[in-house]
């Protein structure tokens, strides 16, 4: 079983920044492709970015390309989501995934954290 924790989530205005933190327990962390999804209001859940267990390979969802950044560190159990040059259209709740598995678009990943709310203001 792994257990995931968000963090970081907030209101900032368009064009600013936040950084999610998703922290991780209960297994070998560095053994777990980890991925963010995000799901606005009255939308399904959608792939944002994921990243490979060692860190060096990543994936990105078009729609978030060159302003979000996804990275990890194992020796922390945790991964990352680096938000630049925020949009209203940003405006979700923002999930942590992990599975043993490669995570992309259209993965269902075994373990998920609570969420944690990302608003951007026009």
């Known amino acids: 079983q792994v257990q995931l924790v968000e963090s970081g989530g907030g209101l900032v205005q368009a064009g600013g920044s936040l950084r999610l933190s998703c922290a991780a327990s209960?297994?070998?962390?560095?053994?777990?492709?980890m991925g963010w999804f995000r799901q606005a209001p009255g939308k399904e859940r959608e792939f944002v970015a994921t990243?490979?267990?060692?860190?060096?390979?990543?994936y990105y969802a078009d729609s978030v390309k060159g302003r979000l950044t996804i990275s990890r560190d194992n020796a922390k159990n945790t991964v990352y989501l680096q938000m630049n040059s925020l949009k209203p259209e940003d405006t979700a709740v923002y999930y942590c995934?992990?599975?043993?598995?490669?995570?992309?678009?259209?993965?269902?990943?075994?373990?998920w954290g609570q969420g944690t709310q990302v608003t951007v203001s026009s």
């Open positions: 990243i490979g267990r060692s860190g060096t390979n990543t």
């Open positions: 995934a992990a599975d043993p598995v490669l995570i992309c678009s259209g993965s269902h990943p075994a373990y």
């Open positions: 209960g297994r070998t962390f560095s053994n777990y492709f």
